[in-house]
């Protein structure tokens, strides 16, 4: 029984995990470059949640559709409100996050941008025949 490499071709194994090992390294480098903070809340209407804003357009919901779920688990209505609300608020979050990419000097960005190529590249290779 003969083993097949990456994809079911004959070799290539080593490059692939070679390939995956540059690309994890060079995506972890690039990523410890970047600061995630979460700033006010501008909401998707345009409308500020930020200190001394209102929020209540996302938790009223909530709270209405948890009332009437104890009130009955089958309201369908409720069941609505509870998981919109949660969605919505899961979005207002994520729509609130700045990202911002640290300075970094271009011979260190290249590296990181090569890493991340050239494993990309030998994951490729591995899927080719030998």
């Known amino acids: 029984m003969a083993i097949e490499g990456a994809g079911g071709t004959p070799g290539g194994i080593s490059h692939f995990f070679i390939g995956s ?7 972890y480098l690039l ?7 979460a700033g006010m809340w501008h909401g998707y209407f ?7 804003g209102s929020i ?12 009437m779920l104890f009130f009955d688990a089958r309201a369908k209505l409720g069941w609505a409100m509870l998981v919109g609300s ?5 979005v207002e979050v994520i729509t609130s996050l700045q990202i911002h990419f640290l300075p970094t000097t271009l011979p260190t ?6 890493l991340i190529g050239g494993g990309l590249g030998l994951i490729a290779r591995s899927f080719r025949a030998s």
């Open 21 to 27: 090992g540059l690309s994890a390294m060079g995506l």
């Open 56 to 67: 209540g357009t996302v938790t009223v919901p909530f709270i209405a559709g948890v009332g």
């Open 109 to 114: 960005l290249l590296a990181m941008l090569g």
């Open 86 to 90: 949660l969605v919505l608020l899961t």
């Open 46 to 52: 345009g409308m500020n949640y930020g200190p001394g």
């Open 31 to 37: 990523f410890s470059r970047v600061v995630v903070s």
